[in-house]
C-alpha cells in the first residue's frame, strides 16, 4: 500500500465512492476539502523526518489530528503502543476504519470529531502522550495554544505547519538576530522549547497548497510557568501589549486593565526594562516580556 502515491490516492477514494452524488451515483470524482484543510502528503522522504522528529518509543502513546487517509497513522502506528487519531471528516474517517481492519492493525483509535471542539479529557487519558499531526493551516495557532495551555501537556509536538508560521514562533537561530513577534510566539516560547526540523515544499503535497510548509518540534517545559513566575500576570501583560499590534506600547498600555495607571508611570515602567515607549509589542523579545511582568507596579 503506497500511501504517498497521488494514483493510489485517488483509487483509495474511488474504491470508498467519495465524491459529488448525483441521483445516488458518484459524479465528477473527489477533491480534497479546501474548507477542511486538506492536503494530502505525498513524499516519503517528509514522512521519514515527521517520524524521526517525533523520538517515537514502543511505549509511546501518540494523539494524531487529522489523520486524512492515513499516511502517518500507519506508519505511528508501527512504532508505538496507541495511536489516537482525531478525524473532522465522515468520509475520511469510514476510509481509515475500512484500511484498519483490512490491514489488521488494532492499536489505532479513530474519533470523528472536531478537535478544536472536542474536550480534552476525551482522549487525554494518559499521563504521558505525544502529539504528532500535518495540520491544516487555519487550525494552527488554537491546536498549539490548546495542547500548551492544558494542565496535562504533551511530552513532545511534532507538527507540520505554514513556513511563515514556524518562522514566527521559532527565536532566532543567529545570536544577537531578532525577529518580529506576534501572540502566538510568545506564548509557544513561554510554555516550550521549539525548533524547526526541516522546510518543506509545497509540492510534497497533493493537492498543493500556495505556501510552503515546516515540520515544527515542539518540546513543551512542563511547568515551566509555575516555577518561572505567575503565568496569568504575565499573559494580562503580554495581551494588553498586543491589544493593538499596530500600536505603540504607551498606547496599549495606558487602555483595558492598565487604565487605572498614569502615562507618565507606563513610561517609566517601560525605560525601566529598557523599552521605548513608542515600541511595538511585535519587537520585544520572551525576555523583555518577562522583565515586565516582574517588575510590573503592585497596584496594577
Not at 515544499?201 to 515542539?218: C, E, G, M, N, R
Not at 504575565?234 to 496599549?252: E, I, Y
Request: with cysteine.
Amino acid at each position: 500500500m503506497e500511501l504517498t502515491s497521488k494514483k493510489f490516492i485517488r483509487s483509495l477514494l474511488k474504491k470508498n465512492e467519495i465524491g459529488a452524488r448525483e441521483n445516488g451515483r458518484v459524479v465528477g470524482g473527489w477533491r480534497p476539502s479546501k474548507g477542511l484543510g486538506q492536503n494530502f502528503l505525498v513524499s516519503k522522504e517528509i514522512l521519514k523526518k515527521i517520524i524521526k522528529a517525533a523520538e517515537l518509543k514502543s511505549s509511546d502513546i501518540v494523539l494524531e489530528i487529522g489523520p486524512g487517509i492515513g499516511t502517518l497513522t500507519y506508519e505511528l502506528a508501527k512504532r508505538v503502543k496507541k495511536v489516537i487519531a482525531i478525524e473532522k471528516d465522515p468520509n475520511l474517517v469510514r476510509i481509515l476504519n475500512n484500511e484498519l481492519r483490512i490491514m489488521e492493525i488494532k492499536n489505532v483509535k479513530i474519533i470523528q470529531d472536531d478537535i478544536l471542539k472536542i474536550h480534552n479529557s476525551k482522549f487525554m487519558i494518559h499521563n504521558s502522550y505525544k502529539v504528532v499531526a500535518n495540520l491544516p493551516y487555519y487550525i494552527t495557532s488554537p491546536v498549539i495554544r490548546k495542547f500548551l495551555e492544558t494542565e496535562n501537556k504533551p511530552k513532545l509536538m511534532v507538527l507540520m505547519v505554514q513556513k511563515e508560521v514556524s518562522q514566527r514562533i521559532c527565536p532566532p537561530a543567529r545570536a544577537g538576530a531578532k525577529r518580529k513577534m506576534n501572540l502566538l510566539a510568545v506564548s509557544v516560547q513561554f510554555y516550550s522549547k521549539p525548533e524547526i526540523i526541516s522546510f518543506v515544499s509545497k509540492k510534497s503535497f497533493w493537492p498543493s497548497p500556495k505556501v510552503d510548509s515546516a515540520i515544527l518540534q515542539i518540546a513543551p517545559l512542563i511547568n515551566a510557568d509555575k516555577k518561572l513566575i505567575n503565568a496569568d500576570l504575565f499573559f494580562k501583560v503580554v495581551k494588553a501589549g498586543f491589544s493593538q499590534p499596530r500600536k505603540q506600547l504607551l498606547n496599549n498600555f495606558s487602555k483595558g486593565k492598565f487604565k487605572n495607571f498614569t502615562r507618565e508611570k507606563i513610561k517609566n515602567w517601560l525605560l525601566v526594562n529598557g523599552i521605548k515607549p513608542e515600541q511595538r509589542a511585535e519587537n520585544l523579545s520572551l525576555k523583555d516580556w518577562l522583565n515586565l511582568t516582574r517588575s510590573l507596579p503592585l497596584d496594577v
